[in-house]
Nanobody, 120 residues
Framework: QVQLVESGGGLVQAGGSLRLSCAAS????????MGWYRQAPGKQRELVAS???????NYAESVKGRFTISRDNAKNTVTLEMDTLKPEDTAVYYC??????????????WGQGTQVTVSS
C-alpha cells in the first residue's frame, strides 16, 4: 500500500504565499510523475502542476510564473510553492503520484486533499 500525506494548506490574503508538501510512504519501488491538482466548488478537478522523476515540469496556464513545483526523489516528496495567490486559486488541492509498486508496474495514488483559501 502507498499513502500520500499532504500538508501546508490554509487561509491567506490575496497576494500572499503558501507552500504545499506531499510525502509518499508505504511499499513501492520508486515514484514516477508527481503532481498537484485542485478542485473548486462546482468545478472539475484540474491539473495545477506536475513534475517527472527527472525534473521536467508542466504547469497550468493560470499558475505559470506564480507557482513552482519541485521534488526530492530521495525522500519521495513533492512541494508546490504558491506565490501571488489570487482568490480564484481557492480550492481543495490534491497530491497525485504515479508509483512503481513493483518492477514495471505503476499505479496512481491520491492524497486526501488540503484546503487553500485566498481572501480578497
Amino acid at each position: 500500500q502507498v499513502q500520500l500525506v499532504e500538508s501546508g494548506g490554509g487561509l491567506v490574503q490575496a497576494g500572499g504565499s503558501l507552500r504545499l508538501s506531499c510525502a509518499a510512504s508505504g511499499s513501492f519501488v520508486s515514484s514516477n510523475v508527481m503532481g498537484w491538482y485542485r478542485q473548486a466548488p462546482g468545478k472539475q478537478r484540474e491539473l495545477v502542476a506536475s513534475i517527472t522523476s527527472t525534473g521536467s515540469t508542466n504547469y497550468a496556464e493560470s499558475v505559470k510564473g506564480r507557482f513552482t513545483i519541485s521534488r526530492d526523489n530521495a525522500k519521495n516528496t513533492v512541494t508546490l510553492e504558491m506565490d501571488t495567490l489570487k482568490p480564484e486559486d481557492t480550492a481543495v488541492y490534491y497530491c497525485k503520484a504515479e508509483m512503481q509498486v513493483r518492477w514495471g508496474i505503476f499505479s496512481p495514488y491520491w492524497g486526501q486533499g488540503t484546503q487553500v483559501t485566498v481572501s480578497s
